[in-house]
């Protein structure tokens, strides 16, 4: 099958995830994507039936950005394909997106973590921050620190840095975005990636978009497969992925 884009770090395919990646017969260390939620009467916003099956021929870990209006109703979905719940994060972003007036104003999106096999055999690793960085809602002023006595206890004491917690928080893409649900590499993506791919191991997107999880995986010193339905999308990734890779230098060597 002819890549659409490909580089030494990158590959993105056009097309239909579903039947696209059953041909390549590829293994990934992980699968990081956001698919269509199936939640709103937009053309391509409909939920792709199989995709977990065809994910779970691939890798052992998915992380799957979502809502629990999706996650709710299609749970059986995913333990049906051989998913495990792991764990989820939250992604607060600094505005919201809906308009409802009898709701709270909606200003997060759940990522959800599942895995295959035996949780050890799966490579997990949580990136860890600077002690001294702010974080949100950690030991507020006048607060008696010896309250979050299980919060310091994942200060590495070697050298201060703490675990990224599960509530991350990034700027949302709106006004910057090419594509219309563009997540944000830094602060969201490349935290996903450093957890769950170890460096030089691959990353695969089969919800590509504009290809925000090849880039945070190219950024992070992994390698990445994507493929994506539109050729539109594909063009936009494509484009950025090539001003990446045309540095004249980035902070890492990927292997292959």
Not at 120 to 143: K, S, T, Y
């Amino acid at each position: 099958m002819t890549p659409y884009y490909t580089d030494s770090h990158t590959t993105l395919y056009l097309g239909d995830s579903r039947e696209v990646l059953p041909a390549l017969d590829l293994t990934a260390d992980a699968v990081i994507t956001d698919p269509p939620y199936g939640e709103t009467s937009l053309a391509w916003d409909r939920w792709p039936a199989g995709w977990l099956e065809v994910a779970a021929a691939t890798a052992p870990a998915l992380w799957c950005f979502g809502s629990w209006r999706v996650f709710g109703p299609r749970w059986h979905e995913f333990t049906e394909a051989g998913w495990k719940f792991a764990q989820d994060v939250v992604w607060e972003k600094h505005n919201g997106s809906g308009f409802a007036s009898d709701r709270f104003k909606r200003v997060h999106e759940t990522v959800t973590h599942w895995y295959q096999g035996a949780w050890a055999d799966v490579h997990h690793a949580v990136p860890r921050i600077a002690g001294g960085e702010p974080r949100r809602g950690v030991l507020r002023a006048g607060r008696d620190p010896k309250h979050h006595g299980a919060q310091r206890a994942s200060v590495d004491v070697r050298d201060g840095t703490i675990l990224v917690r599960s509530v991350l928080y990034a700027r949302s893409m709106h006004g910057s975005a090419v594509h219309p649900t563009e997540k944000p590499v830094k602060g969201l993506l490349e935290h996903l990636v450093a957890y769950s791919c170890p460096l030089g191991g691959l990353v695969l997107d089969p919800f590509a978009g504009s290809g925000s999880t090849l880039v945070a995986a190219r950024e992070s010193g992994r390698r990445s497969i994507g493929v994506e339905a539109s050729e539109e999308y594909a063009e936009l990734a494509a484009k950025r992925l090539s001003e990446i890779d045309a540095q004249p230098a980035l902070p890492f060597e990927v292997t292959a």
